[in-house]
Each structure stands twice: as structure tokens, then as C-alpha cells.
């Protein structure tokens, strides 16, 4: 067999369970750490932010709805960056682009822990954009397509491998069901375990994350070689 298609076939480490699992418990962490620390406000669940945001609009509480309003641009703009980033150096030999979008994620999260309280708008942004960087950049586990910031398209691609597996007993389906299930279940834990750092910590907590993005930071170094 040709080495190029053997090549091919090797899992990328950005794809394997364990990356994709550190992944999801930065990625829960983040958002118990915002929502705990940073005035309530998600970094990831959007659709929370979009909620409150337009409950407090029509409130006519327009400051606080403000500060759920840009955390979702962030968002936005995080998903443009990171596509960009990885068209521009989706060849890049020396690094691998999605190390580019780490390296990134690590430095803007450790100014984070900097930021005093009067600017929680400001942290919430740059967790927001950091997160949409990362799930933008990382969207597979083991070939299946996941989100390690969020929950809810996990949920329904789980349960729908399930209803498929309960059905037709395919052995496939129920794998793939318990990937996602695997990934909820640590983005929970990554939740916890912020929500509780980041009550004992405070705005310094976020630096916990930093570790665990280095974590995978290595791990793809790692395959390089």
C-alpha cells in the first residue's frame, strides 16, 4: 500500500478522543468561568446569551443586555479569524495552523486572568472569541463531527446514533453515540470544576485552562516529529 494513502489513514492527534476530551473540559471551564466571575454572562452558550440579551432589550435594561450582546460578536469574530487563519497556513510546514489557533487561545486567556472586574465585559469578549476560535478549528473526534464548547449538537447527534443503534443494532452507531455522550459528560466535569476554581479563585481561575490548552498545544508538537 501506498505510505501517502497509510499517511492518510493515521488519525491526526487533533481528532483523537483524549485531545478532543481536554478540548471539551477547557472548553466547559470557560464557561463556568465567565458565567461565575464575569457578571453571569456565557462565554460559550450563545444561545443563552441571545436569550438574555433580548429579555433585557425589551426590558429596557439596554446596559445589561450590552453586555450579552458582544461576547456574541466576539463570537462571531472568532469563527472569522480562525477560518482565515486556517486557509492562510492550512500548508504551513513548520507549525500546524491549529497549533497557530492554541497558541492563541492560551495567550489571550492568560491576559484574562489579568483583567480586574471592571472590565468583565472585556474578559467575557476575549473568552467568547477564544472560544469560537476553538470550536471553529477543532470539529472532529475520531472522524466524527463535535463541538468541545458546547453541548446541544452533541446531544442530538448522540441520541440520534442511539435511536439508530436501538433500531438497527448497528454496533457502529452506538460507538458513535458514546463519543458524544463521552464529550458531554467531560464538558460537565470541566463545568464543575470551573464553576468551583473559579469561586475560590476568582478572575485568576481562567489560567487553569491555559494549562489544559497547553496540554493539547504539546500533544500536537508531538506529532510533528
Known amino acids: 500500500m501506498d505510505m501517502n494513502i497509510i499517511k492518510k489513514q493515521k488519525r491526526q492527534t487533533s481528532e483523537t478522543f483524549l485531545l478532543s476530551s481536554i478540548l471539551a473540559l477547557s472548553g466547559g471551564f470557560q464557561d463556568a468561568y465567565t458565567y461565575n466571575v464575569r457578571d453571569h454572562v456565557f462565554s460559550n452558550a450563545q444561545t443563552g446569551n441571545v436569550v438574555l440579551m433580548s429579555q433585557h432589550f425589551l426590558m429596557g435594561d439596554w446596559r445589561t443586555a450590552i453586555s450579552y450582546l458582544f461576547p456574541i460578536i466576539a463570537f462571531a469574530m472568532g469563527v472569522l479569524v480562525a ?6 497556513y492550512k500548508f504551513a510546514r513548520r507549525i500546524h495552523w491549529r497549533q497557530i489557533i492554541v497558541i492563541i487561545e492560551i495567550l ?23 472560544c ?5 478549528t477543532f470539529r472532529k473526534v475520531n472522524g466524527y463531527g463535535y463541538a468541545s464548547t458546547m453541548c446541544i449538537g452533541n446531544l442530538r447527534s448522540g441520541t440520534e446514533s442511539l435511536s439508530i443503534f436501538i ?3 448497528q454496533k457502529g452507531a452506538l460507538k458513535k453515540a458514546m463519543h458524544y455522550y463521552g464529550i458531554i459528560l467531560i464538558f460537565a466535569i470541566g463545568a464543575g470544576v470551573g464553576g468551583v476554581c473559579s469561586l475560590a479563585w476568582g478572575m485568576k481561575a481562567i489560567w487553569v485552562s491555559c ?3 497547553l496540554i493539547t498545544f504539546l500533544m500536537m508538537v508531538e506529532e510533528k516529529r
Open 83 to 88: 477560518e482565515q487563519i486556517g486557509h492562510k
Open 132 to 136: 469560537s476560535m476553538q470550536v471553529q
Open 108 to 130: 489571550l486567556l492568560l491576559i484574562v486572568g489579568f483583567i480586574p472586574g471592571s472590565y468583565n465585559m472585556i474578559a467575557t469578549m476575549m473568552v467568547s472569541f477564544a
Open 211 to 213: 494549562g489544559l490548552l
Open 167 to 169: 433500531r438497527d443494532h
